[in-house]
């Protein structure tokens, strides 16, 4: 039952899903805002909401395509009908024994989504709408610690005690890369006496809040932060307590041997960093209460393993696992299984999508989170036959696009489409729905219902979040979920065996002793209200094999891998003669990356209070030198791209940089078409052309490359 006035919900115009107040007046979305009940603030974006709730290019009913994939040619067409011949599809797929060869792609928010559980009883495939961002992080952090990290948002900034450091390595916090509340935590645990430090070639919003910004070369921070581990150790200003109790034994021994010769002189030559700014980093870092580090960029490169490696290890030497204002490890909220629960397919036997060229090397090693571009090549390669996505942008807003829009238009000798069914579920239509053969109407996030959980999130880590409708959904459209219990209806009954999306979150919730109406009673939200620091102690131990956190990594011995590689990620090294500068791709608080939802908005758009287009960053003196003025249009072109954009002269980058706004290149929907901007996408090579730059769990260089100026 639908009401007016402010009801709790949870935001999702961007992935950080913060807790929200939403004001209905005569059932009209009026106003969004934070919910301070679950720490929640709203961003500029999260505001502009109410934009997305009642744009113009809605969808409102299904779509069956009637020209080429990639003309955008449509008609309109019945439910029954789309579902008809999707679940013959699906039931097609499966009787050939190929049910691994159903990816859905989306963005992996909650735990408790329906859409895995389809995934699982029907055999598929998830491939996340957040590929690799960090993924080499995850696995970093478990090969360390043996257990899911606090991913994407770590540490605990409302923890920082007095006197506790900050670190963030091109995090963009300030840009709301996550959490609207980050931005504020930072700010209160500035003034109770915390101190922030930003690693970042760009002088970012967070910089400017910065008591120290590091000009740092990109992808230096491996190299930095070895640097600090080497001053910390040999001169005994480790925390000997946490080392002796808890770092598995010999491997202390192994990672001294390793650091003899990474003094900061050497690593300074790396990262561009003064050796005595690197020594007077890690002598605050030793004698603080706390050190956080919280990074987005350095885990997007070519080696963030190395780099997750050398940020765990800095983290267990100073002490700073699981502690207030360091690293926190989840809580986990005793949910209660939907039986039955079906058991997740064995990829690693059937055959999962790691199929491209680099299959031998990786396999052993690979991370289910994978890259559009390997969506690419196991449509290429017959290993991917019906792909859904939802809430997801592959045909624009990830390196690799350009091979993706290619293989789903890839036919075999008849005629056919490789890719034989390709499902888009938007809001309003985007770049992959041209390319879809059904393209089917979502709910926006004010009308639906979610339970959200993530161990590991920001705002309601630590808890439960409901996001419930708040207004009625225009008539068409109904959620992905929804739809995926249709379909798990129908395909595999037997794990479906509930009413609706509302009866499966009410068994999950019995685990709480809570229904979803008991949630909505206690204001949407709950939480233990406490982050249990020091789990392991209670626990007798961390997740590791030996219980102990563990810096040295024997399997990886055979790839070199066993201890961090300190160079920089191959991206920034290779064609420097023809490709002089290093192109950084940031964020800012108007846009998140996955196309429409911000792009088709007009209120994030508009040229005044909005961010309209995404001008190419360049320091002055650069610009002096290469004889630029500020508005001048010029071309910046990369080994795999080119684009024309105006120039921004500014003093707020490294002289050896360029900066563009992540995520633009947009035309689709009314304020999109009409806007400028141009898709850093568009430079950053395929990974296929570039396998050596690849990680091991699937990060690789797709925020960054080098580029040179053409005017
Ligand atoms: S960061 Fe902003 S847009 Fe993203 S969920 Fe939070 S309020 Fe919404």
Redesign the pocket.
């Known amino acids: 039952m639908l009401r007016d006035g402010w009801v709790p919900t949870m935001?999702?115009?961007?992935?950080?899903?913060?807790a929200?107040l939403a004001r209905v007046e005569d059932g009209v979305l009026k106003e969004v805002r934070?919910n301070p009940r679950g720490r929640g603030?709203?961003?500029?974006?999260?505001m502009a909401?109410v934009s997305l709730q009642y744009n113009a290019d809605r969808l409102t009913q299904p779509l069956r395509r009637v020209g080429r994939r990639g003309e955008g040619r449509f008609e309109p067409c019945g439910w029954d009908e789309a579902l008809d011949a999707i679940a013959g599809k699906l039931q097609e797929l499966r009787d050939r024994g190929e049910a691994h060869k159903l990816t859905a792609s989306f963005f992996p928010h909650s735990i408790t989504d329906p859409k895995w559980r389809f995934l699982n009883a029907y055999g598929g495939f998830i491939n996340t709408a957040l590929p690799h961002c960090d993924s080499a992080k995850i696995v970093a952090f478990i090969k360390a610690m043996g257990g899911v990290p606090n991913h994407h948002i770590p540490p605990a900034f409302f923890t920082v005690p007095k006197g506790g450091i900050m670190i963030m390595a091109g995090r963009h916090a300030f840009g709301?890369l996550?959490?609207?509340s980050v931005p504020r935590d930072i700010l209160e645990a500035k003034a109770r006496g915390a101190i922030l430090v930003v690693l970042d070639p760009l002088f970012t919003a967070d910089a400017a809040k910065a008591d120290w910004w590091i000009p740092i070369r990109p992808s230096g921070d491996t190299a930095l932060f070895t640097g600090m581990t080497h001053h910390i150790v040999m001169n005994g200003l480790h925390n000997k307590s946490f080392v002796e109790n808890w770092v598995r034994e010999g491997d202390f021994e192994r990672l001294k041997d390793y650091l003899a010769d990474k003094t900061p002189e050497a690593m300074s030559r790396i990262c561009d960093v003064p050796a005595k700014d690197i020594i007077k980093l890690a002598e605050m870092c030793a004698a603080a209460p706390s050190v956080g580090v919280d990074s987005f960029k350095g885990i997007m490169l070519g080696q963030a393993m190395d780099f997750g490696h050398a940020w765990t290890n800095f983290l267990a030497v100073t002490g700073n696992i699981d502690n207030p204002g360091g690293q926190p490890l989840p809580d986990l909220t005793p949910l209660a299984p939907v039986e039955p629960v079906p058991p997740a397919p064995n990829l690693h036997e059937r055959g999962w999508h790691r199929t491209g060229p680099d299959k031998d090397k990786f396999a052993k090693y690979s991370f289910i989170m994978e890259p559009t571009w390997y969506q690419a090549q196991a449509i290429k390669n017959g290993d991917l036959k019906v792909l859904v996505v939802a809430e997801c942008n592959p045909a624009l807003t990830e390196m690799g696009q350009e091979e993706w829009r290619s293989a789903a238009t890839m036919t075999d000798s008849k005629g056919n489409y490789l890719l034989e069914m390709l499902v888009s579920y938007e809001i309003m239509l985007s770049e992959t729905s041209r390319y879809a053969d059904y393209v089917l109407p979502d709910k926006t996030y004010f009308e639906r219902w979610e339970l959200l959980y993530m161990p590991w999130w920001y705002n309601f880590g630590q808890g439960i979040g409901l996001r419930q409708p708040v207004v009625e959904a225009p008539e068409g459209c109904r959620h992905s979920n929804e739809v995926f219990i249709e379909l798990g209806k129908r395909l595999c009954p037997e794990y479906f065996a509930f009413k609706d999306d509302v009866e499966f979150y009410d068994r999950q919730l019995t685990g709480l002793g809570l229904s979803v109406k008991k949630l909505q009673d206690l204001g949407g939200l709950w939480s233990p209200g406490t982050l249990g620091f020091r789990k392991y102690e209670k626990a007798g131990g961390f997740g590791t094999p030996s219980g102990k956190v563990h810096l040295y990594w024997e399997d990886l011995e055979e790839v070199g891998q066993a201890l961090p590689r300190v160079d920089l990620a191959p991206e920034y090294r290779v064609d420097a003669e023809q490709y002089p500068y290093v192109l950084l791709s940031y964020r800012t608080i108007f846009h998140?990356g996955s196309g429409q939802w911000t792009h088709n908005n007009p209120q994030l758009r508009d040229p005044v209070g909005g961010f309209r287009d995404n001008p190419l960053l360049i320091n002055t003196a650069t610009a002096r030198k290469e004889g630029i003025k500020d508005g001048d249009l010029v071309t910046l072109r990369s080994r795999s791209g080119q684009v024309r954009v105006r120039a921004k002269c500014t003093e707020r980058i490294r002289p050896d940089c360029l900066g563009l706004h992540h995520g633009f290149g947009s035309s689709i929907g009314r304020v999109a078409a009409g806007g400028g901007g141009v898709s850093d996408n568009a430079l950053i090579p395929d990974s296929g052309t570039t396998l050596d730059w690849q990680d091991l769990v699937g990060g690789e260089s797709h925020v960054s490359t080098r580029v040179r100026l053409e005017h």
């Open positions: 935001c999702y115009q961007c992935k950080a899903e913060c929200i934070g603030k709203a961003c500029v974006k999260g909401g709301c996550d959490d609207a998140q």
